[in-house]
């Protein structure tokens, strides 16, 4: 296993798209330990001087050099496994996430979120939030304190080369902007391979986030994280994996995306009755949907971002 570091820079990030065509900054073998350092928010989010919310100046340069813009995500990589091929499997290890940044912001976006016509806003409605990083915690300027638990809204590799340049707005097949609050430091996830070298981004810190990210954003902030890479060839003539998979320390978790949330849902549910049935017992598809009805919860992960997820946590013990 070899450690490497990859640093935020103008060279090593992009805003805001997936392609098999972008070139990978860092390529690295599997088993390698990759940290993997994070900034948020574009131009015209960053806080005012004088709040006591300090910017990191690697930001002010990236933000300098007018990189092209597909979203507003700002994302580190693309990180290659060598070897990788469409159709086999990439796990990602979630060893660690620290916190870069003693601010975040969360913002109402006209005609955006869950309940757009229930806020019908003239411009954007941005306010900064202090975090403090001692205690974890951050402090909301109408008065709660919030305890933080980061992760990364967006973790995804390059979708098939036909799809051409995706934005980073949409969950999909590759992963991509999950917003899936579950997958913290010691969550491990799995996704298909669908492009040479399997090409691995991510970004869009959360300090602390609910499920459903409402109002389309979170407490969006700096994240450096430490991930291993660890590579499964498949064996036969069939991808080892469709669409993303995870685990956490206590559940094993599937997902579904769609703009509608009852497929979004129903996406989740067969997938979780495949993983049951294929992956780790002889139950009968029938046993299987009666064990999601019985022992298995479905969370709205998000409703904002065109394609809605729903992620399905079934606790490991119940597996054996």
């Known amino acids: 296993m070899t450690d490497h570091f990859l640093k935020a820079t103008p060279q090593t990030v992009q805003w805001g798209r997936f392609a098999a065509a972008t070139k990978p900054v860092l390529t690295v073998q599997s088993g390698d330990r990759v940290v993997i350092e994070t900034f948020t928010g574009p131009p015209g989010l960053l806080p005012p001087e004088g709040q006591g919310m300090h910017v990191a100046p690697a930001l002010l340069e990236i933000h300098a050099a007018d990189l092209p813009m597909r979203f507003g995500h700002l994302l580190t990589g693309p990180v290659a496994i060598a070897g990788a091929e469409p ?37 954007l409605d941005l306010i900064h939030i202090p975090i403090d990083r001692a205690k974890n915690t951050c402090r909301l300027p109408f008065g709660p304190e919030l305890k933080l ?31 899936n609050k579950d997958l913290g430091a010691g969550s491990t996830l799995f ?20 499920h459903g990210e409402v109002c389309i954003t979170a407490l969006e902030t700096a994240l450096t994280g430490t991930f291993t890479f660890i590579l499964h060839k498949k064996t036969g003539t069939e991808p080892l994996l469709k669409l993303p998979r995870a685990e956490t320390p206590t559940h094993y978790m599937t997902m579904g995306f769609d703009e509608d949330l009852d497929e979004a849902m129903r996406i989740a549910l067969r997938d979780m009755i495949a993983f ?16 999601c009805s019985l022992a298995a919860d479905f969370h709205v992960t998000q409703t904002v971002n065109g394609e809605k997820g729903v992620h399905g946590m079934l606790a490991k013990e119940v597996l054996g």
């Open 149 to 179: 638990a980061p992760f990364f809204g967006v973790m995804g590799v390059a979708p098939p080369t036909h799809y051409g340049e995706l934005s980073s707005r949409e969950p999909r097949l590759h992963g991509g902007n999950l917003d």
């Open 87 to 123: 159709g086999d499997m990439l796990e990602v290890r979630i060893e660690r996430i620290e916190l870069g940044a003693d601010w975040g912001f969360n913002a109402l976006v006209p005609f955006e979120g869950t309940l757009p016509d229930d806020f019908i806003l003239p411009a």
């Open 276 to 291: 049951i049935t294929t992956a780790r017992t002889a139950m009968t598809p029938a046993d299987a949907y009666r064990l």
């Open 191 to 210: 996704l298909p391979v669908w492009a040479e070298g399997a090409n691995f981004l991510c970004g869009d810190g959360h300090g602390v986030q609910g």
